[in-house]
């Protein structure tokens, strides 16, 4: 007996040892979004923007006013981020460019390094492009109904009967929701502008869905995160969290669009003639309905307030399930020994420069929410409840978290950490952030100035201290030359790292 007992206080000790290691190491919470702009609470990107719980959690860390995406698509902004480098690496310039892992299969995305230096890693939702890309990449993963929810993919598709009139003014496609009820698609009665012949569903819609939140896939996601927050880890966690709203179709449940009932919607300040001092090239990328519809078609429709009111629900929704997930994290066990991190993929034009979607190389594309929290107990090391305003880039991320967490890179990465912005992040820099539009367009952002070069040397500035909307483009006055010169010199020296 003496011996049993003594056995098993000896296996009490190691388990609490085990628990005890596992918290050596901080954990990561690693949240993505897909689509957000700047419409949060904390960033005062639009008036009516309902973010409470990001904006909380903006209090608990260093907030990044100035942060931009590496490509403004999901595909590229993704890969860049999770593999920590630059397009010409990788090879992952577009949305239509194959997939990192297609390319890469081995390459050592951010989980494969976490790991690799001892860490349980999991991940849901949308990370890197696609649900397959999330299998490979975690040890455990959880995949569900993103874009189409609470419809499935095959739902949305029309039938043959039905497709003639996808192209036309009163398009409709007749789907049955769970609980029976019929619903004619699309919900904003608009025409197709990129695929009006293809029988795949029409993803440029927006309205509410009279579902309950956990036929979102969105809250499948938190709640399967939720779990695994609740579970005993012998050994650190990086836990990615993929969040597909606000992506279109912007659909929600409707009790998110019912605080808009009768109240009228701000809609972005855009100027009439903001396109006559670009070149061909902008012009064509401001107007052509490449990752969204078009916003001749959403005006001559009446919709315009209709997708802003879409859009704030939909950032609202998501908002919510991300406070499900921080309560279940500060509730527990591992609330005190967390990194947690959110970030979005890339901005998103709801009418901004005659666009809509993203792919374009401006501010309302480039710019994008991020958020550093350090973990509790390493509070004192940090600031709190603070804002840097320095040009970041997401591709700062990578080597950012393995600097907190103490891991040593074994690859080659193109960032920079921002640990030392986490500790003041007031200090000054002459940083800058780059982000590519396909091979040979770049735009880079400074403090005060966006400079903007296309593969068909057309050229862009903006003066953000004078001009924060980009209407006026500098390119053109011979005062700014020596600043130009500056620009392609910083490009061609810069923004093609050494092979």
């Not at 966006?450 to 500035?461: T, V």
Request: hydrophobic share 35%; with cysteine; glycine share 6%.
């Amino acid at each position: 007996m003496k011996h049993f007992v003594t056995a098993v206080a000896v296996m009490i000790l190691l388990c609490n040892w085990r628990v005890l290691v596992a918290h050596e190491k901080p954990n990561v919470i690693f949240i993505s979004i897909d689509d957000l702009n700047d419409w949060i609470g904390c960033l005062n990107g639009h008036p009516q923007a309902v973010t409470p719980n990001i904006d909380r959690l903006a209090v608990r860390g260093v907030l990044f006013t100035d942060a931009h995406c590496v490509a403004p698509a999901c595909n590229p902004s993704r890969a860049a981020v999770l593999s920590g480098q630059l397009p010409f690496r990788t090879n992952v310039w577009s949305n239509d460019s194959k997939k990192l892992l297609t390319q890469h299969p081995t390459a050592l995305v951010l989980p494969r390094a976490f790991a690799q230096a001892g860490y349980q890693t999991m991940g849901t939702g949308k990370v890197l492009h696609g649900s397959g890309e999330t299998r490979d990449i975690f040890e455990e993963s959880f995949i569900t109904e993103q874009r189409w929810s609470p419809l499935a993919r095959d739902m949305v598709k029309y039938t043959d009967d039905e497709l003639p009139s996808k192209s036309t003014s009163n398009p409709r496609h007749v789907v049955r929701q769970s609980d029976g009820k019929s619903v004619v698609l699309p919900l904003n009665g608009m025409p197709s502008d990129r695929r009006p012949t293809s029988s795949e569903g029409e993803s440029f819609d927006w309205g509410p869905f009279d579902v309950p939140n956990v036929e979102m896939g969105d809250t499948k996601i938190t709640t399967w995160a939720m779990r695994q927050l609740r579970r005993r880890f012998d050994n650190p966690f990086f836990m990615a969290v993929g969040y597909y709203r606000p992506h279109i179709p912007l659909w929600a449940p409707k009790k998110y669009f019912d605080r808009f009932h009768n109240v009228p919607i701000a809609l972005p300040t855009v100027q009439e003639h903001d396109l006559v001092d670009l070149g061909f090239v902008g012009q064509r990328l401001a107007t052509e309905a490449v990752t969204a519809g078009s916003h001749a078609t959403v005006v001559k429709h009446e919709q315009w307030e209709e997708a802003v009111k879409a859009y704030l629900a939909c950032t609202t929704y998501v908002d919510d399930q991300i406070g499900r997930l921080l309560e279940e994290l500060d509730k527990g066990e591992y609330g005190d020994n967390t990194v947690i991190v959110l970030w979005t993929d890339h901005g998103w034009h709801l009418g901004e420069k005659q666009h809509w979607g993203k792919w374009t190389p401006w501010q309302r594309s480039t710019r994008v929410p991020l958020i550093v929290v350090p973990p509790k107990n390493m509070a004192s090391h940090f600031a709190k409840n603070a804002t840097c305003d320095a040009p970041v880039s997401l591709l700062d991320l990578y080597p950012t978290l393995l600097e907190i967490c103490g891991i040593s890179g074994t690859q080659q990465l193109d960032g920079s950490s921002l640990v030392s912005f986490l500790r003041k992040p007031d200090q000054r820099t002459d940083r800058h952030a780059v982000t590519f539009f396909g091979n040979g367009n770049v735009s880079v952002k400074s403090a005060q100035l966006r400079y903007i070069q296309y593969a068909q040397s057309e050229e862009e500035l903006y003066d953000h201290l004078t001009d924060p909307n980009e209407w006026d483009n500098l390119a053109g006055t011979k005062k700014y030359e020596s600043v130009l010169r500056k620009f392609r010199k910083l490009v061609a020296t810069t923004a093609t790292p050494a092979r």
